[in-house]
């Protein structure tokens, strides 16, 4: 059954008028009352709207004792230079009593370009850490238990292959597949609105997506093979409304993709997971975060006829908002980033990143980013924020902005149905428009002074401490080209060239290109090469101009 977001209300509700600014707007346009009383909750249900918490609709939490149990998972986003660079990142990282690894690849990884191609050049290890093959992953990898840690990918177009390298260094560490746990993002459609990492067309993406799907059911199950990310979005431009429909959007469209290709509902949504940002206004993040599983709820058991508890519950990670920090006056981030991370917790979510203060300079430093795990660890362990479920259920204010975001994101979600669901909205820019306009706004804003950003248009200060930041050395580049030439040098030319022209074949027919895509990998074929195979079978995407 297709899901139409309209179903998930009896009524669709107007769309909030975004022009009008009152006193006080929400981010989302929303208008915030000076005083909330009991009339603003008059014909207000709690069996309805709230239940309990791990019960439908989960506006409470996805688990009945959420963090009274134990806390969130601490997964701190790192990545950079080498292999070997980051794998020590990594191992600080646990050490300090992280409890998830979450890997940035560098920008040729994420285009599935090797870092000897001519368009890698000057970003090999720059943003991320460069994987081109089974060796790097291994080296990526070293010395951390597969078996015992769950990992986050932030990879998306070569989604399939970099999770195949994990499966292949798993292996070879002795883990069976049924024990591997994470998760990779694997949310091609955010890209072609706001991040542009893409490869292939929408359609042969959204095949690839569904190939995953029914690999890791049969092959790796405990693994989550999608995290719909709201995060990029909002870096862009996007308001709490809009990151709440656009995401939600595209988790509809993933899901019709899974049943177009056979799948049961509940085989498919129990592994989906989402991804958001936490932004400084506290309340509102947490109403959103609030409306964002009451949404999906409704939409996953009454548009979709899902039966599965797991299939309703919108299970996310956060990351608190790298767009909110500041270069100026940069230790002030600490505060921001406090203030972030305690709207997730507050808002109910599964694992956290905490961006390090000095990500608006460069890559964040071994300090920084210790400190960033430590801000995590006063939350959970200092703070009474870990003693009861949602402490906000029933408040007049944070139950309104509930309520208020929740329509309007039903608004606009019913906006992208009308245009033929999120595919055909991103083919027509909707999407990529409405962010623009809304980040145009808010610059208007910031520039005018009508909203304050501390250290940039508001209590300035003269003079800045001198700061030395982390750098990636260039030689970085050319040390991964040596490695891929001795790669190439060292495998079975015979083999690889058989194992992609496999898995050409594969992509020009109805199978899962999953299984040829592991046989070249374990071959010793590159990110690169696979991905090569794919743009020759389904070609590149080049968004059409608009004016």
């Given amino acids: 059954m297709a899901a139409d977001p309209r179903h998930a209300e009896p009524d669709r509700p107007p769309e909030p008028d975004r022009t ?28 309805t709207r709230l239940g309990r918490p791990g019960e439908y609709p989960y506006t409470r939490g996805v688990h009945p004792t959420m ?69 790097d992953m291994a080296v990526l990898l070293d010395g951390i238990p597969l078996g015992g840690v769950s990992t986050s990918m932030t990879i998306n177009a070569p989604a399939a292959p ?58 790796v199950p405990r693994w989550n093979t999608i995290s719909v990310s709201g995060y990029h979005m909002a870096e862009a431009g996007a308001d709490p409304a809009q990151e709440i429909a656009f995401t939600l959007a595209n988790g509809i469209a993933y899901v019709r993709t899974a049943i177009a290709a056979g799948m049961a509902v509940d085989d498919v949504a129990p592994r989906l997971s989402f991804f958001f940002v936490a932004r400084t206004t506290l309340l509102e993040e947490v109403a959103k975060f609030r409306a964002a599983r009451r949404i999906w709820a409704r939409i996953m058991r009454e548009g979709f006829g899902a039966e599965d508890p797991r299939s309703q519950m919108l299970r996310f990670h956060t990351q608190t908002a790298g767009v909110q920090l500041t270069a100026q006056q940069p230790e002030v981030n600490l505060a921001r980033v406090t203030v972030q991370a305690l709207a997730a917790v507050l808002g109910g979510t599964q694992s956290l990143h905490t961006n390090s203060y000095d990500e608006a300079i460069a890559l964040p430093t071994e300090k920084a980013a210790r400190l960033a795990l430590r801000t995590q660890q006063v939350l959970a362990h200092e703070t009474d924020v870990t003693a009861t479920v949602d402490p906000f259920a029933g408040s007049y204010a944070v139950e309104s902005l509930t309520d208020g975001l929740e329509a309007a994101a039903l608004a ?70 040596e490695r891929l030439a001795r790669l190439r040098a060292g495998r079975s030319a015979g083999a690889v060239t ?50």
């Avoid at 306009?437 to 248009?457: F, K, P």
């Fill in 20 to 47: 009008a600014r009152p006193a006080r707007r929400s981010e989302a346009g929303l208008p915030i009352a000076p005083l909330y009383g009991p009339d603003a909750l008059a014909d207000w249900d709690p069996a």
């Fill in 67 to 135: 963090y009274t149990g134990r806390p969130w998972t601490m997964r701190q986003y790192a990545g950079f230079g080498t292999a070997a660079e980051s794998n020590a990142r990594y191992r600080q990282l646990i050490a300090g009593g992280g409890t998830g690894l979450s890997v940035a690849f560098d920008l040729p990884t994420q285009m599935g370009y090797d870092s000897d191609a001519p368009l890698a050049a000057g970003e090999v290890g720059r943003v991320g850490v460069a994987v081109d093959s089974v060796e």
């Fill in 162 to 219: 970099l999770l195949l390298l994990y499966q292949l260094v798993g292996e070879a560490q002795g883990v069976a597949p049924a024990s591997l746990t994470g998760t990779v993002q694997n949310d091609v459609l955010k890209e072609y609105i706001a991040r542009g990492t893409y490869i292939f067309p929408p359609q042969p993406s959204l095949r690839l997506v569904a190939d995953v799907f029914r690999y890791c059911r049969a092959e």
């Fill in 412 to 481: 606009l979600m019913a906006r992208i149905e009308d245009r033929g669901g999120a595919v055909a909205a991103i083919e027509q820019g909707f999407q990529k428009g409405e962010i623009e306009r809304t980040a145009y706004r808010l610059q208007q804003e910031t520039d005018s002074g009508e909203r304050t950003v501390v250290g940039v248009n508001r209590f300035r200060s003269d003079t800045e401490e001198p700061y030395r930041p982390l750098r990636v050395d260039p030689a970085v580049e050319r040390q991964q080209a």
């Fill in 498 to 547: 058989r194992a992609l022209d496999a898995l050409r074949r594969t992509a020009a027919g109805p199978e899962n290109v999953l299984y040829p895509m592991k046989e070249a990998l374990a071959a010793r074929a590159t990110v690169g090469e696979v991905c090569d195979a794919l743009r020759e079978e389904w070609g590149t995407y080049a968004p059409e101009e608009r004016f």
